[in-house]
Nanobody, 127 residues
Framework: QVQLVESGGGLVQAGGSLRLSCAAS????????MGWFRQAPGKEREFVAA????????LYADSVKGRFTISRDNAKNTVYLQMNSLKPEDTAVYYC????????????????????WGQGTQVTVSS
């Protein structure tokens, strides 16, 4: 498994932006798909975005498509989530996750495909 540490959460007004970061250590970062998930109060955790091991393909939840951008820097073992045009319904704890299968070709939003999780970072969007 890999150790993941998220940062960059905070309080922002609706329409604002935040950039989340997730630093990884413990295994070859560049071999694995990385994803972001979120969990709002009283709701189940849901998929947000995923990026391929080489950064060449992406997958987004419909709710964030066009507003959020996932990227990665394999030289820094870090994955990012740029969040623009934030809405109050984006309020949640955001989790970074690493896929458990190296060199996976098909991106997924299924939690069962991810074997390592960060501790989460809180994002609060005020109206």
């Amino acid at each position: 498994q890999v150790q993941l540490v998220e940062s960059g959460g905070g309080l922002v007004q609706a329409g604002g932006s935040l950039r989340l970061s997730c630093a990884a250590s413990g295994r070859t970062f560049s071999s694995y798909v990385m994803g972001w998930f979120r969990q709002a109060p009283g709701k189940e955790r849901e998929f947000v975005a995923a990026i391929s091991w080489n950064g060449g393909s992406w997958l987004y939840a419909d709710s964030v498509k066009g507003r959020f951008t996932i990227s990665r820097d394999n030289a820094k073992n870090t994955v990012y989530l740029q969040m623009n045009s934030l809405k109050p319904e984006d309020t949640a704890v955001y989790y970074c996750a690493s896929d458990g299968t190296p060199w996976r070709l098909l991106l997924t939003g299924y939690e069962r495909d991810y074997d390592s999780w960060g501790q989460g970072t809180q994002v609060t969007v005020s109206s």
